[in-house]
Nanobody
Framework: QVQLVESGGGLVQAGGSLRLSCAAS????????MGWYRQAPGKQRELVAA???????NYADSMKGRCTISRDNAKNTVYLQMNSLKPEDTAVYYC????????????????WGQGTQVTVSS
């Protein structure tokens, strides 16, 4: 059973920083893209940042220059360092990964973490 476990959310003042982590565990053959999405109350879930297994990175325009995504392939873990946080960054942040589980005949599945709350106070 593959699962994603997130950590690192919390309450921070505007201008502060947070680092989110997401570790994939279980019977994993390989992981393609890993990323972070967020969903604020009353809004659709949106991409924050994503990184491929080869290190290609994509950032949402709203987060460019304020966050850095990285991954440790040996640990099946993706990180999101967020700086200069704004109240509008308040949301539940979800980890996402495209994973080929062991025994899946190379079929790729999308997995989501349970979400971690990030609250930025003004």
């Amino acid at each position: 059973q593959v699962q994603l476990v997130e950590s690192g959310g919390g309450l921070v003042q505007a201008g502060g920083s947070l680092r989110l982590s997401c570790a994939a565990s279980g019977s994993i053959f390989s992981i393609n893209t890993m990323g972070w999405y967020r969903q604020a109350p009353g809004k659709q879930r949106e991409l924050v940042a994503a990184i491929t297994s080869g290190g290609k990175i994509n950032y949402a325009d709203s987060m460019k220059g304020r966050c850095t995504i990285s991954r440790d392939n040996a640990k099946n873990t993706v990180y999101l360092q967020m700086n200069s946080l704004k109240p509008e960054d308040t949301a539940v942040y979800y980890c996402n990964a495209e994973i080929i589980p062991d025994g899946s005949y190379y079929y790729t599945y999308q997995y989501w973490g349970q979400g971690t709350q990030v609250t930025v106070s003004s």
